[in-house]
C-alpha cells in the first residue's frame, strides 16, 4: 500500500484501531451468522474484496487513508471467523490455538519485511509480511478474546473490563517509551484485538448491552468512521510502535 494512504501512528491511530478491531468483531459475527455462511463460506468472499482494496489502491487516481482502514476491518473480519472455526467447528482447545497463532505470528514479524522494518514517516510499512501478520495477530487476539469470556468464565463483560485494563497497561509502557519497536506493536495490537473481540460480543448480544448483531454493527462501524472523519490527523508524531 502506499506510504500516502497509510495513516500516522499516534494516538489517532490506535483509537480508530480499537474501534475497528470492535466493529471487525461483530462484522464478523454479522457475516456468519445473521447472512448465513458459517465461518468458512464468508472468508474466500472476504478475501476478493481484501485483495480489491489492494489492487484498487494502487490503480486509483485518489488517495486517502480510507484504503487502509477498508483492508483493517476486513482482516478483522476474517479473523473473527478463522478464529471461530478453529475453536467452534474444529473443536480445538484455545490454548492450542493460541499457541500455534504466537508461532505464527513470531515467524512472521522476525524476519518480515513491513512487520520488521522500522516505520517510514511513522507510519506502519504494509507490504505482504504486514498484512499476513495483520490477520495472524486478529486471530490470535480473538482467540484469546474468546478464551477470556468462555474458558476463564468472565463472561464478555468483565472479560472486557480485564482486557482493556490489560491494554491500558500496554498503552501505558509503550507510551512512556520504555519499550518500543515492532515487538511492541504487534504485542498491542494483539491487546486491541483481544478487547475489541469481547467488548464486541458485551455490546451485540444479550449478556451484555444486547443490541443484537445488526445494530451492534451498524453503532461500532459508525464510531469507527465518526472517529476518522472528526478526528483529522495532525501530522507526524511519536507514539506506540513508532517502529513496526
Sequence with gaps: MQVRNVPVLGLRYWTAICLASVFGANLGDFVSHDLHLGHVRGVPVLAVLFAGILIGERRAVWGGEAWYWAAIVLLDTAATNLADFATHDLHMA????????????????????????????????????????????????????????????????????????????????????????????????????SAGTTVGDFLAFRHGVGLGLPLGTLVSGMAMVGVLVLWRPQGVREAVGAQT
Design 94 to 193: 484455545y490454548a492450542w490455538v493460541i499457541a500455534a497463532l504466537e508461532a505464527v505470528l513470531v515467524l512472521l514479524v522476525v524476519p518480515g519485511g513491513g512487520a520488521a522494518r522500522a516505520a517510514a514517516a511513522g507510519r506502519p510499512v504494509t507490504d505482504g509480511w504486514y498484512w499476513g501478520a495483520m490477520l495472524t495477530a486478529g486471530t490470535l487476539g480473538t482467540a484469546i478474546g474468546d478464551c477470556t469470556a468462555d474458558d476463564f468464565g468472565l463472561g464478555s463483560g468483565v472479560g472486557s473490563l480485564v482486557l482493556c485494563g490489560v491494554l491500558a497497561a500496554i498503552f501505558a509502557v509503550t507510551q512512556r517509551g520504555a519499550w518500543v519497536g515492532k515487538a511492541a506493536y504487534w504485542i498491542t495490537v494483539v491487546g486491541v484485538r
